[in-house]
């Protein structure tokens, strides 16, 4: 809001975690793509890891970083008027490319291994999936999330 009390609609934000990582090795390359591409904050669900090697930027140090015990807990405290987009392979997502990114949104991803939870799939406002067969490296998708929503397209 601004200091009259208006929201300001131009205004954009995002942020992008993982619920139960397996790797710190993903989550550090995540978060450094994170910091490159222009998140607003970044966080993990479950599973918690601070410094990772491969972060050579040390994101976690340059920008807000989230622990959520659990999905309940990171639900509960979701930014107001944010979109929860799910990274998950689904028959409802929607296909990466062809999809409009909210412009106050909070990007999730789940491990490679077990992706999002039920409920993870469930409460999220929209789902994205790649033209892939399999499953792709955790922090791949989300630095191509990422690099997608960097691209020339309308906002939601």
């Known amino acids: ?6 929201d300001n609609f131009d205004s954009e934000y995002f942020g992008i975690g993982i619920q139960n990582g397996k790797t710190p090795e993903n989550l550090g390359v995540l978060w450094r793509s994170a910091q490159n591409l222009g998140a607003s904050f970044i966080f993990t669900i479950g599973n918690r890891y601070d410094n990772q090697a491969c972060d050579t930027h040390q994101s976690v140090k340059s920008m807000p970083y989230f622990h959520y015990q659990d999905f309940d807990d990171f639900y509960a405290h979701l930014p107001k008027g944010a979109r929860l987009v799910g990274v998950e392979m689904t028959p409802k ?4 490319e062809s999809f409009h990114h909210p412009r106050r949104c909070v990007y999730l991803l789940g491990a490679e291994d077990h992706g999002l ?23 791949v998708a989300g630095s191509i999330v990422l690099y997608d929503r960097g691209l020339p397209k309308p906002r939601v």
């Open 1 to 6: 809001m601004d200091e009259m009390g208006i």
């Open 93 to 96: 997502s929607e296909a990466l």
């Open 117 to 139: 939870s039920k409920k993870a799939i469930e409460k999220s406002h929209m789902l994205v999936k790649f033209q892939s067969e399999k499953s792709l490296n955790v922090a």
